[in-house]
């Protein structure tokens, strides 16, 4: 168990809808990044937050957007979703800013976009 | 900009080694080398920092030559646990954390 902790685990939405992704990061880690993986496909970095701060962009659509609270838990939004949207969305703790230290990723919550 | 993994794939008879490398275009700041078992969720195995320090423990170690902007993955006696996709991860000054499209190991007994 990592300590990082993603909500829903499974997620099945028809193409146009909007969803939300919940992650609470490791207790005491400030930081936080999103990564998408597609059928057998690599991680994708899509956007990172350290202590609410967007702090780094990946490859985010448009269409997506996400925010850190002040009580540090993070939520993706995905909207106008698309049938190539369908993957597993990671999301991963650290408690430095920058890559330097390791990261603890959740379990994931996979979507599929019928 | 992602870096580059080889090889895409590696079997191997449990005992045997191997070595799986990363490289980058660009100057790095850090490599990380991250483990995912399927359907699970990738698992830290060590970071390298610029310095060209090599790190390890047990079996599995790793080394980062800053001047050709590589990082290598060896496993030694491989272990029939250590089957699963190994990413690597790469920071540099223009991005975050961005990981290879990844190298499928798989350990036959």
Known sequence: DSGVTQTPKHLITATGQRVTLRCSPRSGDLSVYWYQQSLDQGLQFLIQYYNGEERAKGNILERFSAQQFPDLHSELNLSSLELGDSALYFCASSSTPSGTGELFFGEGSRLTVL | ?109
């Not at chain 2, 090889?7 to 080398?33: F, M, T």
Request: neutral net charge; charged residues 15%; hydrophobic residues 30%.
């Open chain 2, 1 to 109: 900009q992602q870096p580059v993994q080889s090889p895409q794939a590696v079997i191997l008879r449990e005992g045997e080694d191997a070595v799986i490398n990363c490289s980058s275009s660009k100057a790095l700041y850090s490599v990380h080398w991250y483990r995912q078992k399927h359907g699970e969720a990738p698992v830290f195995l060590m970071i390298l920092l610029k310095g060209g320090e090599q790190k390890g423990h047990e079996k599995i170690s790793a080394s980062f030559n800053e001047k050709k902007q590589q990082s290598s993955l060896y496993l030694t006696a491989s272990q029939l646990s250590y089957s699963g996709t190994y990413f690597c991860g790469t920071e540099t000054s223009g991005s975050r954390l961005t990981f290879g499209e990844g190298t499928q190991l798989t350990v036959n007994p």
